[in-house]
């Protein structure tokens, strides 16, 4: 699959440029094409010409070099490939990706591509753990650039802990499924994750136990085969999905409002746990306690976003997914709910605190679609999510 493409791979300045040679080595033998970029730095780690004899081409270096613009223009350079790989991804140029920096050969790359871009970091644990660093990072999957790693481990600094570079197969693997012509290629989808919360003021709020963590692992299922994921998500506590175009949101109304804006899709998958009240008329100011005794909370019902795009006259994804959490008669409930929603399937799990699976690592459920149910055993999220994603795929054949 992975033969004939085309890597762009920009090279920054860590000790962890050691491992890209191995990378270019572990690309060429699979035929990929690979034109090597290094910025200053990296030339402090590895030298241009070990870069350019494995590549079996040249390396470029500088922006302002006239020979290469005269070859080949940097906007070119940015989309001649398939994928731009950023390894290793240092924390200096993760903060000039995130804020839009285009002052050397590398960073003007990366601004003016049109393609995917996938970063391995590397860098020292406390670098990489600061809020700067996780701030960009999270910047930079909203704008929907692939990461992979880093890993846990011994680093060159003596210090241990995340901020390994991924080995150079693993990221080879992370390439390909980037590059993969998975059977979701193209197809938008999107998908709500985690809890709502509704304010009582401004310091206050209702919520529920939802970690996003099913949600977090659909969408990444769905990204490696291929899919446009649309990731609405309200302040969930599970990582957000690699590869996604993540919008955040607070309350079910801002939920509703982010859907409505990422319509049209061709499958929407409501994994969302959406609060079914908002406090009515909630309070501008922190209610204080010595005011009047007791507060009383007036509730109003929320919108119910999956009903609603189940029920849509125009425009109607082809396929849409709810779930339903559950804690008693879960089959006929999730059943009775498909029916009054409209939706095309449900994705039914008991919820009841004993199986731990709101806020678990596991998840147990039965699809129930038109045509009956289908239990599946008690699995990962990770591993229901890989299944949903396959069956989706199937569907949309
Ligand atoms: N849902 C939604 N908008 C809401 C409430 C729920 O989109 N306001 C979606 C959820 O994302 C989920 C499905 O509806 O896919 C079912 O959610 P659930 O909480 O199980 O059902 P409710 O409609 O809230 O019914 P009940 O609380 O009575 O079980």
């Known amino acids: 699959m ?9 090279v920054s300045g860590g000790i962890a440029a050691f491992k890209a040679l191995d990378l270019i080595r ?18 402090e780690f590895v030298t241009p010409l070990s870069v350019s004899a494995l590549a079996g081409t040249k390396v470029y270096r500088d922006l302002f070099d006239l020979t290469d613009e005269a070859e080949m223009g940097h906007i070119e350079l940015s989309r001649a490939a398939d994928l731009v790989v950023v390894a290793p991804a240092t ?21 003016a591509t049109d393609k995917r871009v996938l970063i391995a970091p590397a860098m020292n644990v406390r670098m990489w753990e600061h809020p700067a660093t996780q701030r960009n990072l999270t910047t930079l999957q909203g704008d929907g650039i692939l990461t992979v790693g880093p890993n846990d481990g011994d680093m060159a600094c003596g210090e241990f802990g995340p901020g390994r570079m991924s080995e150079p197969l693993e990221i080879v693997e992370a390439i390909s499924a980037a590059l993969g012509d998975g059977p979701l290629k193209g197809r938008r989808i999107l998908v709500t994750s985690g809890p709502t919360h509704e304010p009582i ?5 209702i919520a529920n136990r939802s970690s996003g963590a099913q949600g977090t ?15 609405i998500t309200g302040p969930a506590s599970a990582p957000m999905p690699r590869g996604a175009q993540i919008v955040k949101v607070n309350s079910a109304r801002e939920m509703k409002d982010a859907v409505d804006a990422a319509l049209p899709a061709e499958v929407a998958i409501f994994a969302a746990a959406v609060a079914d009240w908002h406090v009515a008329g909630a309070s501008d100011s922190k209610i204080k ?59 039914a799990n008991d919820v009841s605190p004993e199986t731990g699976i ?12 038109g045509d009956g149910s289908e239990d599946w055993p008690r699995m990962s999220k990770t591993a229901v999510a890989q299944r949903l994603a396959a069956r989706i795929a199937e569907a949309l054949k």
């Open 201 to 205: 003021d401004p310091v206050r709020y």
């Open 217 to 231: 692992a659909i969408a990444e299922a769905l990204v490696a085969l291929g899919a446009e994921v649309q990731f």
């Open 2 to 10: 992975l033969a004939g493409k085309h890597v762009l791979l920009i």
């Open 289 to 347: 306690k010595d005011k009047d005794g007791l507060p009383t909370l007036q509730f109003a019902e929320n919108p119910d976003i999956l009903a609603g795009v189940s029920q849509m006259k125009k425009g109607r994804p082809k396929l849409v997914v709810g779930f339903a959490a559950e804690t008693d008669d879960v089959i006929a409930n999730a059943t009775s709910k498909r029916q009054r929603k409209g939706c095309d399937w449900i994705v």
């Open 358 to 369: 709101m806020g678990g690592a596991e998840n147990d459920v039965t699809l129930i679609h």
């Open 91 to 111: 924390a200096d140029l993760m903060a000039k990706m995130a804020s839009g920096l285009a002052n050397d050969l590398a960073s003007t790359l990366l601004l």
């Open 26 to 43: 572990r690309l060429r033998e699979r035929s990929v094409q690979v034109t090597p970029v290094l910025t200053r730095a990296a030339e």
